[in-house]
Each structure stands twice: as C-alpha cells, then as structure tokens.
C-alpha cells in the first residue's frame, strides 16, 4: 500500500532543460513526467506516495497541491470545465508526502532515507527518470507477482547488448509465464560480469528487510549506495527475487531521444491533438 518515488537526481543527462526545471517535471504533451508515475502508482492500489527530494525540487511539491487562485479562476468559467477538473485532479489524487534527501548519495540512500515512511510493510519504489504506459500499472504486475510468490519482484525488460553495460544486468531462471527467479544481480557491470540483458527498468517491490542490507550497503558505481547492490545481497541471502518481464513502453526521461519519443507517442495517444498530430507528423515525413 505504500511507495516511494526518488526525484532527487540532478538530471545530467538532459541539461540545459534540467538546469531550472528538474527533470521530473519535463512535460510528455500536457503533464509533468513524474504525474504519469504517480498516476501509475494510485492506479496500482497503492494509498501512499512519498516524494523524495532534494533543494531546487519545491516546484514538484507545488504541482500536486492546491493552486486557490487558478482553481477559482477556473471553477468560474463554464467553458474551461475540463481544464479545472485537470487541474483539481493533480491535488485531489491521493495521499502524496514529500521529504529530502539533503545530500545525492544514490538511489539507495535515497530509499534509506524513506525506512521511518515505510515501517514493517512491503512496498514499492517508481524510479522518477523512469514513465512506463501501460493500460495494466507496471507497479500492480509486481504487486501480483508479490502476492503470488512471496518475494521481492523486480520490473525488467531485455536491454540491447551493446547497452547492458550501461544498465544493470541479472542472473535469471525462467519460473512461469513472463516470469523469472533472479538469483543475482550487477550493477553497470563490465561486459565480461554480464549475466544476462534483462535489466531492471525502473520498479522494484521490496520488503523491509532491504533495510538492514542498505544500513551496510557500501558506495558502488558511481561512488553511490547503489539499490541494486543492496538487492543483489538480498536476492543472493533471502531466497531470490521473482524478476516479471513486464507489459508497458519504458520511456527513460534521462534519455534526450527517449523523452522525444515520449512526446510523439503519447501525443498521437492524446484524445485532443492525436488526430490532429497524427495528420501533421504524415505530411511532415514527406519531407524527409
């Protein structure tokens, strides 16, 4: 019932655009990308979100509380109706709780800083570089997988081989269906560490036992606390992890070609522009 969603990266990857916007908040046609996952999260029955942070972030706790001035504005005119249910919407979509992680030591210390929120129950972590449209919430698929095996599920997808390297890499068994044991896991591993292309894709679901593992888990890749350090110790020590080879596009908002693609595919999915879009992109690539 709970998760967490870490926005506390300084977005290298896409400056300039993340210089004075975080990375979170880049736009896919009409909503932040760190909506989509949030989106995501309630749609999996999650009743809990909490936001992690860092300085230069206080416009994320802005979008999903309440703007009085807008919404009044909006509320009196009949003929922007669906404009001031959208926004209404970003305030009213559940339980949202913000904290900040004060110094960018890693995803896992970032989900360290998060152990007081979560107590003694399992839960999820959204990878905020990370949106993924699937008509079945990627986050729900873990929960199912949680619920069926009894162990920590990790979301995955086959990387290209000349990118594995880049990603992460685990060692996998295939158990049923779309799903896999995982038994071990590497973090940006040198090509001869490779144990297979399927990488973790940004949703994970833990139980609280990675906690002590991440107490002791010491800087990796990156001079990082690396979650996936701590969940490679976990899968090894605790009986494996169910890795779900998931259903969903992966668009990675780290990735200046993906966040592009974001924008085309989702824009020819929008019920207000996709037909209009879709006609412009079919006379733009006669002149290529």
Do not use: W
């Amino acid at each position: 019932k709970k998760a967490i969603i870490p926005a506390a990266g300084l977005g290298t990857r896409v400056l300039p655009a993340s210089k004075a916007v975080p990375k979170e908040m880049l736009n896919i046609v009409d909503k932040p990308a760190i909506q989509y996952i949030v989106e995501e999260a309630f749609a999996a029955g999650i009743e809990d979100v909490l936001i992690i942070t860092n300085r230069g972030k206080g416009v994320i706790e802005d979008h999903f509380d309440h703007a009085v001035e807008l919404e009044h504005k909006l509320s009196g005119d009949p003929n922007k109706a669906d404009l001031y249910r959208d926004v209404l919407q970003c305030s009213q979509m559940g339980n949202i709780y913000f904290i900040r992680q004060k110094e960018t030591k890693g995803l896992g210390h970032a989900v360290l800083c998060a152990k007081n929120f979560v107590g003694n129950e399992p839960f999820a972590v959204l990878y905020g570089d990370d949106v993924i449209i699937s008509d079945d919430p990627v986050t729900g698929q873990l929960c199912r997988a949680y619920e069926k095996y009894g162990k920590g599920a990790v979301g995955v997808k086959e990387v290209p081989t000349a990118d594995i390297t880049k990603y992460c890499s685990l060692a996998v068994a295939p158990l049923e269906g779309n799903c896999f044991t995982c038994t071990d896991m590497i973090e940006k591993p040198r090509p001869e560490q490779v144990m297979s292309n399927y990488s973790i894709l940004g949703r994970v679901l833990l139980t609280p036992e990675i906690y002590d593992i991440l107490a002791h888990t010491k800087p990796g890749a990156g001079g990082e606390i690396q979650l996936t350090d701590a969940m490679a110790e976990y899968a090894r020590n605790c009986g494996g992890m169910t890795a779900v080879e998931f259903t969903g596009t992966h668009y990675d908002m780290g990735n200046k070609l993906r966040v592009v693609e974001a924008q085309v595919e989702l824009a020819l999915q929008h019920p207000e522009i996709g037909e209009a879009f879709r006609a412009y992109l079919k006379e733009f690539c006669k002149t290529l």
